[in-house]
């Protein structure tokens, strides 16, 4: 289960990279107009819809992703089935598809529908369409119907598969958002502890994208408390030191903790992959300090390391528990970064602002010595320590000879013909395969190819030293199979 889900985590790095780009558009257009969204200045419209092309796609680039990432080949077909499953079950539950599916107007409609555009949609759809790809990608039909053979079946039996998933979901979806809500409702009278409890599953959520349903509960009117809106003015009724409790605790983390988590998987990343991770983790820590987006941290390593997402989410709560504990408040409109903190440190609900600083500060090192430590004490597969350690000896391999197509063809015989193959991809030096009898493989025979070595990580996992050809011998052995 673990290994799957870190195919899943490595799967996501595709998209994550696009988006700390997009969040610093989006901080400096809210930056240059705070209250309008770019209603006020065209710079700052400009910037913000730039922005919002990636950042409000996301769980679109998430399915492409996924499926890209999951196939056994990187084939265009695993792309567009993601894409395909993904507006499938996003057509099929949206409030006006649903409101028309139960014969009642859309204000009746549970709200959990509103919120099927999510990112634990987009991860879903990709990891189906790569499982039908994987099963279906080679199917041959009769003659009549060959042109819908192989590959172009993909997306049709992608369609077919998330018709049966929606129609799952539509019953157990707005159950378990309604729960939630009533989750929410529940501990709302726990005062700081309550707001803690609600920071902690506000993060674990975050995968799932049912945060929603907390958040409709404690920053909106669900249950008449409308933190945000209080907070900032737009309706009256706000309390200093209380209104934004369900708020203030975030800086700390968004501001701080992560940009600290993403310097200790840096400092703890191989020597050879400091430099790729440097830049995505750079990139990542900015947009989350400076605009509080952290989706390029926190999917960077939640699937790669669950158990360390976990004490994200431990963190976050006791953040907001403190934060509401001592009454020190402040506010956002979009997210608890640098922009919205200095525009809400402002306001006449602001209580004692700059104290969440020195939390930051607090809980930034925590969150570096804390990461720092899981990460060795475990080794935990955060980016930059995959379980790859490419050697000089592997970087400089040389194989028998230059036709990659022999060279795959003496690997396939060796691994015990393409019936023992499950699966194939490949890191930068590396073929990583996976198949059914690890007895019929010939290290002999796949030797005699010129390769650098054979590693047996597991019961059916079979690795071949290729070297900086890998892409090539993987193609071919793609065809042949």
Request: proline fraction near 4%; charge should be positive; include cysteine.
């Amino acid at each position: 289960m673990m290994k799957y889900l870190q195919r899943i985590g490595k799967s996501l790095m595709l998209p994550v990279a696009v988006l700390p780009a997009a969040a610093i558009l989006y901080g400096i257009g809210y930056w240059i107009d705070p209250f309008g969204w770019g209603a006020n200045n065209v710079a700052a419209a400009f910037l913000i819809k730039s922005a919002s092309a990636i950042v409000d796609k996301l769980p679109i680039l998430f399915a492409v992703g996924v499926a890209i990432g999951m196939a056994k080949t990187k084939d265009g077909a695993s792309a567009l089935s993601g894409l395909v499953a993904y507006l499938m079950v996003t057509t099929l539950l949206s409030s006006e598809t649903v409101a028309m599916l139960q014969g009642v107007e859309k204000a009746m409609v549970n709200p959990a529908f509103g919120k099927i555009e999510n990112a634990f949609i987009g991860i879903l759809s990709g990891v189906i369409a790569a499982a039908c790809f994987n099963k279906f990608g080679n199917v041959k039909l009769p003659s009549a119907l060959s042109f819908f053979s192989g590959r172009r079946s993909v997306p049709i039996v992608t369609s077919v598969v998330m018709m049966f998933v929606s129609v799952i979901l539509f019953f157990i979806w707005p159950a378990i958002y309604s729960a939630l809500v009533y989750f929410g409702q529940l501990i709302v009278s726990l005062g700081p502890i309550g707001a803690g409890i609600y920071a902690f599953f506000n993060r674990l959520l975050i995968p799932t994208g049912l945060h929603h349903a907390l958040n409709s509960v404690f920053w909106f009117d669900v249950a008449g408390i409308s933190d945000i809106n209080k907070f900032w003015g737009t309706i009256p009724g706000g309390v200093k030191g209380i209104t934004g409790i369900y708020q203030a605790g975030f800086f700390p983390i968004m501001m701080f903790g992560l940009p600290a988590a993403a310097l200790a998987m840096y400092h703890t990343a191989k020597d050879n992959k400091k430099k790729v991770t440097f830049g995505l983790l750079l990139a990542g820590a900015f947009a989350s300090f400076f605009s509080g987006v952290t989706e390029p941290i926190e999917f960077a390593f939640m699937f790669l390391a669950p158990g360390l997402y976990f004490v994200h989410a431990l963190l976050t709560g006791l953040s907001v528990y403190l934060a509401a504990h001592f009454g020190w408040t402040a506010g956002f409109m979009f997210s608890a970064g640098f922009v919205d903190f200095f525009l809400s440190s402002r306001l006449p609900l602001a209580n004692k602002p700059f104290m969440l600083l020195i939390l930051g500060l607090i809980f930034g090192a925590a969150y570096y010595i804390l990461f720092r430590f899981l990460i060795v004490k475990f080794n935990l597969n955060t980016p930059g320590r995959e379980e790859d350690e490419i050697s000089e000896k592997e970087m400089n391999t040389k194989l028998a000879n230059d036709d990659y197509y022999q060279v795959a063809k003496t690997i396939l015989e060796g691994l015990g013909g393409k019936d023992n193959v499950v699966s194939v991809d490949n890191c930068i030096t590396r073929l990583r395969i996976e198949v059914t009898d690890i007895t019929l493989v010939n290290d002999k025979k796949i030797k005699s190819a010129g390769v650098a070595g054979i590693i047996k990580p597991g019961k059916t996992s079979v690795q071949i030293i290729i070297g900086t050809q890998v892409q090539f011998v993987a193609d071919e052995l793609n065809k042949l199979l």
